[in-house]
Each structure stands twice: as C-alpha cells, then as structure tokens.
C-alpha cells in the first residue's frame, strides 16, 4: 500500500479536459480518493470512490477506478484556471489506519 | 468549528534541537493523524490516534519523533536531535471513525532545521 504512483506534470488549455491518472499497489484498499492542494493551503478532499465500484461522477468531475490494474483517474471537465494546483490520488486500507498519498500531478491550465 | 489547527506554523531551529508541535482536530473527530510532506512529494503517513490511543506508527518515524494524544483531543508532536533532513511541512489530520474516512487536514507546520 506504499506505492502509489502519478505523473508529475499535466498542462490543459481552458475549457478542455483534464484526466489525472494514479496507479497504485495495494488491492485490499478500502477507499481511493482524490485531494486538491492549492499554494499555501492545505489538503482538500474533491471526491472519494470506494473499492467496490468502477465509477463515480460528482459535478465536473468523474473517477474511474480499475481494480484489476490497480488504476484511478480523475477526469475534470471543463477545466478552468482556478483548477490549477497539485492534485493527489490516496488510498486507505479497510481498518483506516494507513493512508498512502500519491506523488502528486502539478496541473497548470492554460488561459 | 474552524476545521484542524496547527502551531506554530513556522519553525526555525538548529540542529540538535528539540522541537514540539500541536494539532487540535475538529471537536468531534475520533481519530488523527499525522504526516510529513517534502517538496515535490506527496504526505507521508507517520503515525494514527484512535481517540488517545496511538494505533499505527509508520517504520519512517525515528526513535527521535514522539507523538502523543493525552486526552484524545489535541495532539503533540515531538522531534528530538533534530536534523537537517527532518526540514519538511509536518501536516495534522482529523476525521470521524466510519464513513468514508474523510480527513479534513490543517495548514501544516513548516519545520526548517538549520
């Protein structure tokens, strides 16, 4: 459950899609979730997908986890300037004593 | 409630140095968490309160980190000798027991060891 991988840098232009991907290790992970971090603020959670399921949609945003190759993507639509920060896939064990964190993707939309 | 705090929110030491930290989670949250997160990395998990008792510790956490939940509210932090790799944002997290383990995360405490 420590390895949880994402790419480091995505650029989108305003108005297109963005689609953030994670893989990770552990298959006994509970929850999968999404956090936004923005400069000098903290961690916020967007959205949140729990193991048993392929996909969740909430506003702009759309998860799709494939549990078979251990892959989470966050795909937000109509991405706007305001979406620009470090985006960071998570996981949880079932107990919710250990919470892995991804290496975080940098997203920078372009005006 | 105005969410998870943490102080101070900067620290500057010398190595060698013992420093504590404090987080105090949303009222009603049950269990904490702690983290540590370098630049350009994600949050490392280092140690998990249930209520007081300290549940789950992370192998990356040294004899030299303590941390401490005395009465299952507020939660300590403790570095000692500190090092110049112990320079990082040091994050506090609460959430409830159940659910979908939402943590709600303070501002972090940003440690510079010199």
């Known amino acids: 459950g420590e390895d949880v991988e994402q790419s480091l840098f995505l650029s989108v232009r305003e108005g297109d899609s963005s689609v953030i991907n994670c893989t990770y290790t552990d298959s006994s992970s509970t929850y999968l979730y999404w956090y936004k971090q923005e400069p000098g603020a903290g961690l916020q959670l967007l959205t949140y997908i729990f193991s048993n399921m392929d996909m969740k949609q909430d506003q702009r945003l759309t998860v799709l986890l494939n549990k078979k190759d251990k892959h989470l993507s966050l795909r937000i639509a109509d991405t706007q300037t305001g979406d620009s920060a470090i985006y960071f896939c998570a996981e949880s064990m079932v107990s919710g004593n250990q919470f892995y964190f991804g290496t975080g993707t940098s997203l920078t939309v372009i005006p | 409630d105005t969410g998870v705090s943490q102080n101070p929110r900067h620290k500057i030491t010398k190595r060698g140095q013992n420093v504590t930290f404090r987080c105090d989670p949303i009222?009603?949250?049950?269990?904490l968490y702690w983290y540590r997160q370098t630049l350009g990395q994600g949050p490392e998990f280092l140690t998990y309160f249930q209520n007081e008792a300290q549940l789950e510790k992370s192998r990356l956490l040294s004899d030299r980190f303590s941390a401490e939940r005395p009465k299952g509210s507020f939660s300590t932090l403790e570095i000692q000798r500190t090092e110049q790799g112990d320079s990082a944002m040091y994050l506090c997290?609460?959430?409830?027991?159940?659910?979908?383990?939402?943590?709600?995360f303070g501002p972090g405490t940003r440690l510079t060891v010199l």
């Open positions: 009222s009603e949250h049950n269990r």
């Open positions: 997290a609460s959430s409830r027991q159940g659910g979908y383990n939402e943590q709600f």
